[in-house]
T-cell receptor
């Protein structure tokens, strides 16, 4: 069975600081990995996805994530946080590129001035 | 292009009442899903469908039923609502090789 674990339910960073949101996965087959973002009172939007083409994946809004098989990790980073980045972030895993994603419990990112 | 539309946006039910949540997508996606989101629990899959006329159970199916009579619609039913079903419900759709597209959610309170 596949699953993801997000380390830290709440992360707080200062505006302009590095954002690092951690995600570790468990999968018996090569996984498809995703990061989604949820702004208040909205649905989830795809930030980026890993589908084995490249280990460093660039997404929208300046976010990127690196797939590290040896560490079973897919951490999300952004060099410089912006106030508008404050949201809930979800890591997700699937055995195929489309359906039945298993989501992590989410990390709430707070950006302080 | 509306994407994934969920109705209603909000609903309050009394224990034992029934209701149906409607999800409609206009992207011709084969796959559709219902998730529930609860604080500290992330999103959990209730039921999903890989095509018209087919449905399957997800992680937390008890107390819910679904139907996919038309490709563009996926209905989630609660036959006898319970307070434990108070949650935010999200519908999503996808193709076999695309990420999920989500609706904006339905906030359900069962008193």
């Amino acid at each position: 069975a596949q699953s993801v674990t997000q380390l830290g339910s709440h992360v707080s960073v200062s505006e302009g600081a590095l954002v690092l949101l951690r995600c570790n996965y468990s999968s018996s087959v090569p996984p498809y990995l995703f990061w989604y973002v949820q702004y208040p009172n909205q649905g989830l939007q795809l930030l980026l996805k890993y589908t084995s083409a490249a280990t460093l994946v660039k997404g929208i809004n300046g976010f990127e994530a690196e797939f590290k098989k040896s560490e079973t990790s897919f951490h999300l980073t952004k060099p410089s946080a912006h106030m508008s980045d404050a949201a809930e972030y979800f890591c997700a895993v699937s055995e195929n590129s489309g359906y039945a994603l298993n989501f992590g419990k989410g990390t709430s990112l707070l950006v302080t001035p | 292009n509306a994407g994934v539309t969920q109705t209603p946006k909000f609903r309050v039910l009394k224990t034992g009442q029934s209701m149906t949540l409607l999800c409609a997508q206009d992207m011709n996606h084969e796959y559709m899903y219902w998730y529930r989101q609860d604080p500290g629990m992330g999103l959990r899959l209730i039921h999903y469908s890989v095509g018209e006329g087919t449905t399957a159970k997800g992680e937390v199916p008890d107390g819910y039923n679904v139907s996919r009579l038309k490709k563009q619609n996926f209905l989630l039913g609660l036959e006898s609502a319970a307070p434990s079903q108070t949650s935010v419900y999200f519908c999503a759709s996808s193709t076999s090789n695309s990420p999920l597209h989500f609706g904006n959610g339905t906030r359900l309170t069962v008193t």
